[in-house]
């Protein structure tokens, strides 16, 4: 997943945190940098499986 997703994905979170407006600045920056770093999460062991299928 390339950093574009990333930040795509970042942002459709924060929009729908910011739709609601009791969900404090504060939440809505967590909920921000919780979903980009699980997608980081994902994308490395996407990596790490793809490395370790190849043959050396």
């Known amino acids: 997943m390339k950093l574009s997703h990333f930040a795509a994905a970042a942002f459709s979170v924060a929009m729908i945190a910011s739709a609601h407006a009791e969900v404090s600045k504060k939440d809505q920056d967590f909920m921000t940098k919780a979903?980009?770093?699980?997608?980081?999460?994902?994308?490395?062991?996407?990596?790490?499986?793809q490395r370790a299928a190849r043959k050396a």
């Open 35 to 49: 979903a980009a770093g699980g997608m980081y999460e994902v994308a490395a062991g996407q990596l790490a499986q």
